[in-house]
């Protein structure tokens, strides 16, 4: 089991900065692929952003690159997400998640959740 524990999210202002983190406890850390979804309200989730085992790969959804970051310190056991040049369709609840399947972008391939952070994206 891993244990994953988002925080970071608040309410902040278009074109503005968040980053996310996200502490992980239980199995090793650094065996798992890591991934950011999120899911705004009446939307399936979506794949933010993902990063392999031991951080050498990472893929982003479309809607976020170029603005979006992801990166982990294996060594803290913690995933970051830093978010620049927000918009109104960031806002969301922001998710992390660890896989056995590195580089996938279906959340069904990720077996360990995050109770999410909401972030929301203010004019």
């Known amino acids: 089991q891993v244990q994953l524990v988002e925080s970071g999210g608040g309410l902040v202002q278009a074109g503005g900065s968040l980053r996310l983190s996200c502490a992980a406890s239980?199995?090793?850390?650094?065996?798992?692929?890591l991934g950011w979804f999120r899911q705004a309200p009446g939307k399936e989730r979506e794949f933010v952003a993902g990063?392999?085992?031991?951080?050498?790969?990472?893929n982003y959804g479309d809607a976020v690159k170029g603005r979006f970051t992801i990166s982990r310190d294996n060594a803290k056991d913690t995933t970051y997400l830093q978010m620049n040049s927000l918009n109104l369709e960031d806002t969301a609840v922001y998710y992390c998640?660890?896989?056995?399947?590195?580089?996938?972008?279906?959340?069904?391939?990720?077996?360990?959740w995050g109770q999410g952070t909401q972030v929301t994206v203010s004019s």
């Open positions: 990063i392999s085992w031991r951080g050498g790969r990472t």
């Open positions: 998640a660890a896989t056995n399947t590195d580089g996938s972008t279906d959340y069904r391939s990720y077996d360990y």
């Open positions: 239980g199995r090793t850390f650094s065996w798992y692929g």
